[in-house]
């Protein structure tokens, strides 16, 4: 009789479950994975493989000898968070900089809170704050691909950085541009340094559309972070050309299309509603801009989705789903 479970009604039934979720996750997520790999090889395959073991490792050790539960590593949200950490490293990242960014993302994020359902943050954008705190020679550490397999790949800045650092110079964004021979072109489909999930934004897109036919996300808020950050940068842009980076420049460098795909639409710590989920989106694209124009930091998008998860509560409480069966 103990397991009886009493519920007020509607019962409903679906095939769609935890695992399935997140096994379609890890599915979108294998174009950037399989082009990350293409573009630097072996040392991004290793930090792929020590970030996924690591965090299944650390949270099937936490669930059964520290809580004393059942091992919830089945329900893939692990694999999730791993693949996401990896995906945010430099390819550089030694093994032990990706262990300790798993024990933080699992062990400190998710578990502490009480596992998936329960965190406030984004796992795996709280390892890798942690580790760009912890460790930033390593997490600056930038390799720029110059070709298949990784050969022949050449430490340098990531766009973000090159600009941030040629404006504190005294230069200007036409002049830096085409100093660097930056391309938007060259941006969409091989990007010129950044983290392995970077590699590609069309790879990120591909996994981005899967997940809309899937319906496993809705793109509300991917899209209030985009056009966020392509109204605001433009009118930055506008105002003064030589000082502010335009719109596509913002939405192809650094983190934004992997953090607006994949880590802001984070069912657990995002809003449920979608006025609530606008709000949160525009919220992302808004700190985001203005981390990267004004901050210390080239890139701001993991603490924009960080400091918007700790609004999401809020969001919850003032705007409210339609209850079932109401008008």
């Known amino acids: ?9 509607p019962h409903l039934h679906s095939k769609t479950t935890t695992s399935v979720l997140m ?56 694999i999730v968070t791993g693949v996401l950490l990896a995906l945010n490293l430099p390819p550089t990242t030694p093994w032990w900089v990706v262990f300790t960014g798993a024990l933080v ?56 950085g090159a600009i941030k650092e040629g404006l504190m110079q005294g230069a200007t964004v036409p002049d830096l541009m085409a100093q660097h021979g930056y391309s938007y072109s060259q941006m969409l489909f091989a990007n010129i340094g950044g983290s392995a999930g970077e590699a590609c934004a069309i ?18 808020i991917t899209l209030s972070i985009l056009v966020t950050v392509a109204v605001v940068s433009c009118i930055f842009n506008m105002a003064d050309p030589a000082q502010f980076t335009g719109p596509l420049f913002n939405l192809l460098t650094g983190g934004l299309l992997l953090g607006a795909c994949f880590m802001a639409t984070d069912y657990v710590t995002s809003p449920m509603s979608t006025k609530g989920g606008i709000i949160f989106g525009v919220g992302i694209g808004f700190i985001t801009l203005m981390i990267r124009y004004f901050g ?18 809020l969001l919850n409480k003032w705007f409210h789903q339609k209850k079932y069966g109401r008008a």
């Open 203 to 220: 790879a990120i897109l591909i996994g981005f559309v899967y997940l809309l036919v899937r319906k496993v996300i809705k793109p509300w």
């Open 296 to 313: 210390s930091y080239p890139e701001g998008m993991s603490f924009a989705i960080l400091i918007m998860n700790s609004t999401v509560p």
């Open 23 to 78: 096994r379609d996750v890890v599915i979108a997520l294998l174009p950037a994975v399989i082009v990350s790999v293409v573009f630097y090889g072996w040392k991004e395959l290793l930090v792929l493989a020590v970030s996924v073991l690591s965090c299944v490792l650390i949270e099937y050790l936490i669930t059964r000898y520290c809580l004393k539960k059942a091992s919830t590593v089945g329900d893939w949200s692990a």
């Open 1 to 9: 009789m103990d397991k009886i479970l009493v519920s007020p009604n």
């Open 105 to 160: 993302a699992i062990g400190v994020a998710k578990m502490t809170f009480g596992g998936l359902g329960q965190n406030v943050f984004n796992p795996a954008l709280v390892g890798r704050v942690f580790l760009l705190i912890s460790f930033p020679t390593y997490m600056t550490h930038w390799e720029i691909p110059q070709g298949l397999f990784g050969v022949d790949a050449v430490s340098g800045a990531t766009p973000l």
